[in-house]
């Protein structure tokens, strides 16, 4: 071998066994990215429809779950009905693409502003209420934002649903232009996520999150920044909720307010690791594929299997795997962990 | 008619309340919300139907038994599982809770399908008239049956040691482990009687309504908003809560119609928890 090749391969190794330990350069990270990115723009020429279909489904729950990061695993406020502002995303952007002939990206954004716009009217009553009560209180929005797209059938359709137009192209092409909208948009929201978390909003959303009494007598205006924070969050929900509708050409409301998507995002962050950047993403890429996996084989133990997980991610891992892959946390320590929270 | 409606709101908020006496004590004990409330509701419900069509067994006098295997089931799944997160952030519960009633749903689907059950004892369609107003024996039969429980929960709390074991762990839990009081047991032993408090309101359930896997996902609804409307830290907090969901929704479907159900109960629950989020009777601590 030459110098420069077992130089290489030497860098190469070094390289790993500092991202192991969580001291790898920045720019070893960006490689990563950079190489990871182009698998990804990559995949679809070559891989065929289905897995195509899965991975675009990976992109679309990763943003939902990195936005769902921002109210929840930094601000604090577990907001498990935030589903609702995908329906209310979806929806807008149905009537308006379908009733009003606006152009499909256009109708998108609108629908994400409305979403955004919905949930900070609902988040001044809504986020005075702390813990438990404001949980359920979101899946209380979700299911009476299901109920009035059911009732109001001359807008909504009620029922019998939306159906979409259809992109006058191949179906191939039209899933790769889903597969890069939803890799857009994952990519977007990672991005507008890192760069918020670390501006002062940021600041303020993880001061809410860790103490919120101190955080307001520090002089932070928490409601305010609690209502941005859902704001945000939804913004993103919206989106993904019009593309997400564009996607599937109908949608009807038991389908977009559907809460398996909420034990979905749930399930997922938790196992990334909740309150990090890359935690959803990575919850999200390892969930899809057991999730695709598991129900090939078994349909019936789909859910269940997906309860079973959140059920050993919040016992065993409650920091889910990202302090595992950053070689910051060990097995070991987990079970030592354990031991300590015994009563 | 407006007879009817009173006793009909009368009945069913005797059945919701019954419903969430044990997700009540759960929450007002160890501040668990307990999701997989439902499913455990199932469960019972499932007990019942299963000793009625096997055994003929009368549905009324298989609650013991079904609140019996509950109370096992709770007790083993605080034990092993919850109480390792009881340390961990009060979300965890939820969701820990969470993940159990999915998993617990489901293995119900695989087992028993998603086949509507019901079960119907020889006295399923009798009823008394009261002028224009029919009660029917099954359904007035549920409300004793909550009553009792409610009777039944609160002596069993305020007279025996077990009982005073876990008000005390409930206000001090500290105080309550330097005399003597081991909180996992307490931990295990409320979450049993709140399963069991479930177990039995799942087979009144299966008395007035078919049964399926996914009978708990709305019975746990209407058993929070009871808890939230009610209160915690007083089983009269349930009572008051179930009445005034039963009044509502009796009232709601006489002038609305059955479609704005749903719609009222979160209205109910939301305005509450905005204005007067401790509930009706509820206080700041057990006792």
């Known amino acids: 071998m030459s110098a420069d090749q077992s130089s290489l391969v030497s860098r190469w190794k070094t390289a790993i066994s500092d991202l192991r330990q969580g001291r790898a350069k920045r720019r070893t990270y960006v490689i990563l990215m950079v190489v990871a990115l182009a698998f990804l723009a990559v ?144 990519l977007l929201c990672t991005a507008a996520v890192y760069l918020l978390m670390r501006s002062r909003t940021g600041f303020a959303f993880r001061a809410i999150g860790a103490d919120e009494s101190a955080a307001r007598s520090m002089g932070i205006n928490t409601t305010l920044y609690k209502v941005l924070a859902w704001g945000f969050s939804a913004f993103f929900f919206g989106l993904v909720g019009g593309l997400y509708a564009y996607w599937f050409s109908f949608i009807e409301p038991p389908m977009v307010f559907n809460p398996a998507n909420a034990i979905k995002i749930v399930a997922m962050t938790y196992l990334g690791g909740i309150g990090t950047l890359p935690g959803p993403i990575i919850g999200a890429f390892i969930l899809e594929i057991i999730s695709e996996t598991v129900w090939g084989r078994f349909l019936e133990l789909h859910l269940a299997v997906l309860g079973l997980i959140i059920v050993f991610v919040t016992v065993f891992m409650p920091n889910g795997l990202l302090p595992l892959i950053r070689g910051e946390s060990s097995l070991r320590a987990l079970v030592q962990n354990l031991r300590e929270r015994r009563l | ?70 109370f096992i089931i709770g007790f083993l799944t605080q034990k092993y599982i919850v109480n390792l997160i009881m340390k961990t952030a009060v979300s965890m519960s939820f969701v820990l809770t969470w993940g159990l009633d999915i998993l617990l749903i489901n293995i119900a689907l695989v087992l028993f399908t998603a086949n509507w059950r019901s079960v119907s004892p020889s006295y399923a369609g009798a009823h008394w008239a009261i002028g224009t107003a029919t009660v029917s024996y099954i359904r007035a039969g549920v409300l004793i049956v909550s009553v009792l429980l409610m009777f039944g929960l609160s002596y069993f ?43 039995a309101a799942g087979s009144l359930t299966s008395m007035i309504y078919p049964i399926s896997p996914q009978l708990g996902v709305t019975l746990i609804a209407k058993a929070f908003v009871v808890t939230a409307l009610g209160g915690l830290g007083d089983m009269r907090g349930v009572i008051a809560g179930g009445l005034v969901l039963g009044f509502a929704e009796s009232l709601g479907v006489a002038l609305l119609g059955p479609e704005y159900q749903m719609a009222l109960d979160v209205l109910m629950l939301v305005a509450m928890l905005i204005l007067r989020p401790q509930g009706i009777l509820g206080k700041k601590y057990y006792g």
Do not use: C
């Open chain 1, 43 to 186: 995949l679809p020429f070559v891989a065929g429809n289905y897995w195509v279909r899965v991975v675009t489904g990976i992109f679309m729950f990763a943003t939902l779950s990195q936005a769902w990061n921002v109210i929840t695993g930094y601000t604090g406020y577990f907001a498990f009905g935030n589903v609702a502002f995908l329906g209310t995303g979806a929806y807008v952007t149905a009537v308006l693409v379908v009733r009003y002939s606006v152009p499909v990206p256009v109708a998108i954004v609108i629908g994400a502003v409305v979403a955004a716009v919905y949930a900070m009217l609902l988040g001044f009553p809504l986020l005075r209420i702390t813990g438990h009560y404001f949980s359920i209180a979101t899946i209380g929005v979700n299911l009476a934002t299901r109920e009035i797209a059911f009732n109001l059938p001359s807008i909504t359709g009620g029922g019998m649903g939306i159906t979409m137009p259809l992109m006058r192209v191949s179906i191939q092409t039209f899933y790769r232009y889903i597969y890069f909208g939803m890799l857009g948009l994952m």
């Open chain 2, 1 to 70: 008619m407006w007879l009817q409606v009173i006793i009909n709101g009368l009945l069913i908020g005797g059945f919701f309340a019954s419903t969430a006496m044990g997700f009540s004590i759960v929450w007002g004990v160890m501040d668990v919300v307990n999701s997989a409330h439902g499913a455990f509701i199932m469960l019972g419900a499932y007990v019942t139907y299963g000793l009625h069509t096997m055994l003929g067994l009368d549905p009324f006098l298989s609650i013991p038994i079904s609140m019996l295997v509950l």
């Open chain 2, 157 to 199: 709390m305020s007279r025996t040691k077990m009982g005073k074991a876990i008000l005390a762990t409930a206000f001090d839990k500290d105080a309550a482990r330097l005399v003597g009081v081991n909180i996992g047991h307490i931990y295990a032993v409320t979450l049993g009687i709140g399963s069991a408090l479930a177990g």
